[in-house]
């Protein structure tokens, strides 16, 4: 993670990654179902739940898709 990088980011970083793995979990899912459903690769997925790097919006709206939710809720403060 880099340094330069406010406190509050990164705060906001594991909120979303906990929120996204409290809802995977919530639906019995894996990180790697979570990921073939998203099309994206399990350690993207690894990584936003981790709050180890900035999410693209892309990957945000698709495991938003997968895990039948919206961006907004997973994103929210």
Do not use: C, F, K, Y
Not at 7 to 26: A, F, S, V, Y
Not at 44 to 56: C, F, L, M, P, S
């Amino acid at each position: 993670m880099p340094a330069d990088l406010p406190p509050w980011i990164l705060e906001h970083r594991r909120t979303l990654g906990d929120r996204i793995r409290d809802r995977r979990m919530h639906q019995n899912m894996t990180q790697e179902q979570l990921a073939h459903r998203a099309e994206i690769s399990r350690d993207t997925v690894q990584r936003i739940e981790g709050g180890q790097n900035d999410a693209r919006i892309s990957h945000l709206w698709r495991i938003a898709a997968a895990l039948d939710t919206t961006v907004a809720e997973l994103v929210q403060p």
